[in-house]
């Protein structure tokens, strides 16, 4: 073989051994900086980066809870100017007590459209769980606690079977709740007899559900306490628990402004409940159903169980090629969804008096399912907050409370909850196609 042959046969090593990719002026190209997401810096930016942040999240269509709380200080001027009475002290407590029922039953139902899926039967099933705890508590001598319990694990069972029928069987969602809505009341009319109604007894569990205030002071302002305390620990456990992992983290002085908001918050709503004239103090209903949203809210967002629930919700088929026990999901999601609507019938059986034929029909499921979707929900599954029950039902009570105020007809309540809920549907639509456009859907 040639010199000029052997020459080109050998690795051209020293040549390129000597040039530092480091090093410019040595002919080569700086090292590549990983690229960073904005958003990682917000926290780290102050209050200007969470302005860029909220514009940023504003044209990408990601508006959060931002249109209904708009929306509730609208309401309240409205009808505040309307009637002075509306944010009276007896006011709020009505509004308080009556969202509480329907509010549990909107938990359940979010967690059900975080699937993409929806349920039909969440009247019904609160109407039957009324039936049965007034059955075996009134006519069959059970203990109050004993028919409580075992009409809400009724309404876990029930959900728990309407998931298998969808899960396991594959008929669609829509199709197995509808039967249930239909099969479920009619069992619930048989239960109730000829009679067709049972009264709660007095000093019942169930009558103290939306009777019940706490008239001592102390209490409204105690549990306000243990809110602000819970949530600014919660911060704080976040923030530690990024930091210990190299994430940006809240920094102390957002933690206290969050805290500080929650607390004038908290504290306003405990003064309005206590103090004024005509005030009965903390209602027993508000207390529970807090208690049902932090710990939904809990599982929702701070368990393996919730966030498998946001997977399965965004992709189904990408959550099982991920190891997700997709149908599991399914059962348990709607058995959480009948389980609480059992209980919320409770709250209406409290606040009407009793178990009847009809309790759970008329606008109770339209009611709930808006709550959710007016809260924030999407329809489309994946996106959503617990807290979405919150402001829904604070929306649609807080409308009906002033129309009744103001003397206005069903109807008309009728028609303005139609028009909302489309409005939210809307936003919820415009949304999505906004974040798509900007490649974030």
């Given at each position: 073989?040639?010199?000029?042959?052997?020459?080109?046969?050998?690795?051209?090593?020293?040549?390129?051994?000597?040039?530092?990719?480091?090093?410019?002026?040595?002919?080569?190209?700086?090292?590549?900086?990983?690229?960073?997401?904005?958003?990682?810096?917000?926290?780290?930016?102050?209050?200007?980066?969470?302005?860029?942040?909220?514009?940023?999240?504003?044209?990408?269509?990601?508006?959060?809870?931002?249109?209904?709380?708009?929306?509730?200080?609208?309401?309240?001027?409205?009808?505040?100017?309307?009637?002075?009475?509306?944010?009276?002290?007896?006011?709020?407590?009505?509004?308080?007590?009556?969202?509480?029922?329907?509010?549990?039953?909107?938990?359940?139902?979010?967690?059900?459209?975080?699937?993409?899926?929806?349920?039909?039967?969440?009247?019904?099933?609160?109407?039957?769980?009324?039936?049965?705890?007034?059955?075996?508590?009134?006519?069959?001598?059970?203990?109050?606690?004993?028919?409580?319990?075992?009409?809400?694990?009724?309404?876990?069972?029930?959900?728990?079977?309407?998931?298998?029928?969808?899960?396991?069987?594959?008929?669609?969602?829509?199709?197995?709740?509808?039967?249930?809505?239909?099969?479920?009341?009619?069992?619930?009319?048989?239960?109730?007899?000829?009679?067709?109604?049972?009264?709660?007894?007095?000093?019942?569990?169930?009558?103290?559900?939306?009777?019940?205030?706490?008239?001592?002071?102390?209490?409204?302002?105690?549990?306000?306490?243990?809110?602000?305390?819970?949530?600014?620990?919660?911060?704080?456990?976040?923030?530690?628990?990024?930091?210990?992992?190299?994430?940006?983290?809240?920094?102390?002085?957002?933690?206290?402004?969050?805290?500080?908001?929650?607390?004038?918050?908290?504290?306003?709503?405990?003064?309005?409940?206590?103090?004024?004239?005509?005030?009965?103090?903390?209602?027993?209903?508000?207390?529970?159903?807090?208690?049902?949203?932090?710990?939904?809210?809990?599982v929702a967002r701070r368990t393996t169980f919730g966030r498998k629930v946001f997977a399965v919700g965004g992709?189904?088929?990408?959550?099982?090629?991920?190891?997700?026990?997709?149908?599991?999901?399914?059962?348990?999601?709607?058995?959480?969804?009948?389980?609480?609507?059992?209980?919320?019938?409770?709250?209406?059986?409290?606040?009407?008096?009793?178990?009847?034929?009809?309790?759970?029909?008329?606008?109770?499921?339209?009611?709930?399912?808006?709550?959710?979707?007016?809260?924030?929900?999407?329809?489309?599954?994946?996106?959503?907050?617990?807290?979405?029950?919150?402001?829904?039902?604070?929306?649609?009570?807080?409308?009906?409370?002033?129309?009744?105020?103001?003397?206005?007809?069903?109807?008309?309540?009728?028609?303005?909850?139609?028009?909302?809920?489309?409005?939210?549907?809307?936003?919820?639509?415009?949304?999505?196609?906004?974040?798509?456009?900007?490649?974030?859907?």
């Amino acid at each position: 073989m040639s010199d000029l042959a052997k020459n080109s046969a050998q690795p051209q090593e020293t040549a390129t051994a000597v040039k530092d990719p480091a090093d410019p002026a040595a002919g080569g190209s700086a090292a590549p900086i990983p690229a960073v997401d904005p958003r990682l810096l917000v926290r780290e930016q102050g209050l200007k980066g969470y302005g860029t942040e909220f514009v940023r999240k504003i044209r990408g269509g990601e508006l959060g809870s931002l249109p209904v709380v708009v929306g509730l200080i609208v309401i309240a001027i409205i009808f505040q100017a309307k009637n002075d009475s509306f944010l009276s002290a007896s006011s709020l407590a009505n509004i308080a007590v009556f969202t509480s029922g329907l509010g549990i039953m909107a938990v359940g139902i979010v967690f059900v459209l975080l699937l993409g899926e929806i349920d039909l039967s969440v009247g019904s099933v609160a109407g039957l769980g009324a039936a049965i705890w007034a059955v075996l508590s009134v006519n069959h001598g059970w203990s109050d606690w004993t028919a409580v319990l075992f009409a809400v694990v009724c309404g876990l069972v029930i959900g728990a079977l309407h998931g298998v029928f969808f899960a396991k069987v594959g008929v669609p969602a829509f199709v197995v709740t509808l039967a249930g809505f239909l099969g479920w009341s009619g069992l619930q009319i048989w239960l109730m007899g000829s009679e067709g109604s049972i009264n709660t007894p007095e000093g019942s569990i169930v009558e103290n559900l939306t009777s019940h205030y706490f008239a001592d002071k102390a209490v409204g302002y105690g549990v306000a306490l243990v809110a602000v305390l819970a949530y600014a620990a919660s911060l704080l456990w976040e923030t530690r628990r990024r930091r210990a992992a190299d994430l940006p983290s809240r920094p102390i002085s957002e933690i206290v402004l969050r805290t500080a908001v929650v607390a004038v918050i908290s504290f306003v709503v405990a003064y309005e409940l206590n103090e004024p004239e005509g005030a009965r103090g903390l209602p027993l209903a508000l207390v529970l159903f807090l208690a049902v949203l932090v710990i939904a809210d809990f599982v929702a967002r701070r368990t393996t169980f919730g966030r498998k629930v946001f997977a399965v919700g965004g992709n189904a088929e990408a959550a099982r090629r991920a190891g997700i026990n997709v149908d599991l999901i399914r059962i348990a999601v709607f058995g959480i969804s009948g389980m609480l609507a059992a209980f919320g019938g409770l709250f209406i059986a409290s606040t009407a008096g009793g178990a009847t034929k009809n309790l759970g029909s008329g606008n109770t499921l339209m009611l709930v399912i808006a709550a959710a979707v007016i809260g924030g929900t999407s329809l489309f599954g994946g996106r959503g907050k617990v807290w979405s029950a919150l402001l829904g039902m604070l929306v649609l009570q807080s409308i009906q409370q002033g129309l009744n105020l103001l003397g206005m007809a069903s109807e008309i309540q009728y028609m303005i909850t139609g028009a909302v809920l489309l409005a939210a549907v809307v936003i919820d639509s415009v949304s999505r196609r906004t974040q798509k456009t900007a490649g974030r859907a």
